[in-house]
């Protein structure tokens, strides 16, 4: 079984910045990709920003380029989600996502609890 721990959201006002962290554990043999996702009130989940074992990134959102950016420590099993420049359409539930194979050599996805970030204009 694997546990996503997230941490990092807030109230910020518009313009302010974010940093959310992920934190994977359990039992875990490989890490593939790891991703963000936001929903917002009335709206469905949506790909924010995705990155691979090997670093490459994805930012589904042209809207958020240039000012989010997505990040991994293997060491510690965490992925980062760098949030400047924050505006008010931001304001989501974020939740991280993890791909991998367990101990067992059996594929998992896991999603973290999410973390509610706010953006005040």
């Known amino acids: 079984q694997v546990q996503l721990v997230e941490s990092g959201g807030g109230l910020v006002q518009a313009g302010g910045s974010l940093r959310l962290s992920c934190a994977a554990s359990?039992?875990?043999?490989?890490?593939?990709?790891m991703g963000w996702y936001r929903q917002a009130p009335g709206k469905q989940r949506e790909l924010v920003a995705r990155?691979?074992?090997?670093?490459?990134?994805?930012y589904a959102d042209s809207s958020v380029k240039g000012r989010f950016t997505i990040s991994r420590d293997n060491a510690k099993n965490t992925v980062y989600l760098q949030m400047n420049s924050l505006k008010p359409e931001d304001t989501a539930v974020y939740y991280c996502?993890?791909?991998?194979?367990?101990?067992?050599?059996?594929?998992?996805?896991?999603w973290g609890q999410g973390t509610q970030v706010t953006v005040s204009s």
């Open positions: 996502n993890v791909q991998g194979l367990t101990t067992n050599t059996r594929p998992f996805t896991s």
């Open positions: 359990g039992s875990i043999f490989r890490i593939n990709a």
């Open positions: 990155i691979t074992s090997g670093g490459s990134t994805n």
